[in-house]
């Protein structure tokens, strides 16, 4: 009898582990209606993990679902298995880790609820690396050669009072900056790519950047002052004022 029991019971904690544990389908399964994810051909909203993976077999995404939106952790890699796009959800906020890697180019921070704690942004300009750390409300900026020894260490006060929400759209994702109900900057990535950035002032549109890499080469569109610039490096993007507002 006590043998019974114990098995009923080893069978039932098993059927509460399984059941808590989420649920997982390949991301061609789900379908984006205005800023929510379905069960395709459903009109179920989707809870739980949705993958997707290169013809090598390695994970190219993990993406997580709670009632169609997305929650929790968010990743992106790219084929060697290196990451590329790291966001964490909370009720559509920014909340924890957030990492983007584009080319050179590195954003990585921390935010509570969508507010910023801190971030660092890396990219080369030149010859030259610059690192910039943002923390406490002070900014502080080194310039670094080509064998990483600091040519020059900058600190000024900043204060960065955007809060950052993450959402789908169609078959991007999209992080959005906004202080005071105005709209910032937005970014727009596929596949953990970023495809568009922009940048506003005072709510308007100042620069549209735009990655097009169908051609297996980056090829950059920036929209600056009424004027649209296209060059195939961004080195002319990264002279123009508020390029790293964000």
């Given at each position: 009898?006590?043998?019974?029991?114990?098995?009923?019971s080893?069978?039932?904690a098993?059927?509460?582990?399984?059941?808590?544990?989420?649920q997982?389908?390949?991301?061609s399964?789900l379908?984006?209606?205005?800023?929510?994810?379905?069960?395709k051909?459903?009109?179920?909203?989707?809870?739980?993990?949705?993958?997707?993976?290169?013809?090598?077999?390695?994970?190219?995404?993990?993406?997580?679902?709670?009632?169609?939106t997305?929650?929790?952790?968010?990743?992106?890699?790219?084929?060697?298995g290196?990451l590329?796009?790291?966001?964490?959800?909370d009720?559509?906020?920014l909340?924890?880790?957030?990492?983007?890697?584009?080319?050179?180019?590195?954003?990585?921070?921390?935010?509570?609820?969508?507010?910023?704690i801190?971030?660092?942004?890396?990219?080369?300009?030149?010859?030259?690396?610059i690192?910039?750390?943002?923390?406490?409300n002070?900014?502080?900026?080194?310039e670094l050669?080509?064998?990483?020894?600091?040519?020059?260490?900058?600190?000024?006060?900043?204060?960065?009072?955007?809060?950052?929400?993450?959402?789908?759209?169609?078959?991007?994702?999209?992080?959005?900056?906004?202080?005071n109900?105005?709209?910032?900057?937005?970014?727009?990535?596929?596949?953990?790519?970023?495809?568009?950035?922009?940048n506003?002032?005072?709510?308007?549109?100042?620069?549209?950047?735009?990655?097009?890499q169908?051609?297996?080469?980056?090829?950059y569109?920036c929209?600056?002052?009424?004027?649209?610039?296209?060059?195939d490096?961004?080195?002319?993007?990264?002279?123009?004022?508020?390029?790293?507002g964000l």
């Amino acid at each position: 009898m006590k043998k019974t029991i114990s098995t009923i019971s080893l069978l039932m904690a098993m059927l509460l582990i399984s059941c808590s544990q989420e649920q997982a389908v390949d991301i061609s399964m789900l379908q984006v209606d205005k800023g929510l994810a379905y069960l395709k051909d459903t009109d179920r909203l989707f809870t739980g993990a949705a993958v997707s993976y290169y013809e090598n077999g390695q994970l190219q995404s993990e993406q997580h679902f709670d009632n169609g939106t997305l929650d929790g952790r968010n990743v992106f890699l790219d084929e060697s298995g290196t990451l590329k796009l790291e966001l964490n959800i909370d009720n559509s906020f920014l909340d924890g880790v957030f990492y983007s890697r584009d080319g050179d180019y590195i954003f990585n921070a921390t935010f509570d609820h969508g507010v910023l704690i801190q971030r660092q942004i890396q990219y080369q300009l030149a010859d030259t690396t610059i690192i910039q750390t943002y923390a406490e409300n002070l900014l502080t900026t080194q310039e670094l050669d080509s064998k990483g020894a600091i040519i020059t260490i900058t600190e000024k006060p900043f204060s960065d009072k955007n809060i950052a929400t993450a959402a789908i759209e169609e078959n991007m994702l999209l992080v959005a900056f906004a202080e005071n109900a105005q709209l910032t900057g937005r970014l727009f990535y596929q596949n953990g790519d970023i495809i568009f950035q922009e940048n506003y002032v005072n709510g308007l549109l100042d620069i549209l950047l735009y990655h097009d890499q169908s051609a297996g080469n980056k090829i950059y569109h920036c929209y600056y002052e009424g004027e649209v610039l296209e060059a195939d490096s961004d080195e002319i993007c990264t002279n123009l004022p508020i390029k790293r507002g964000l």
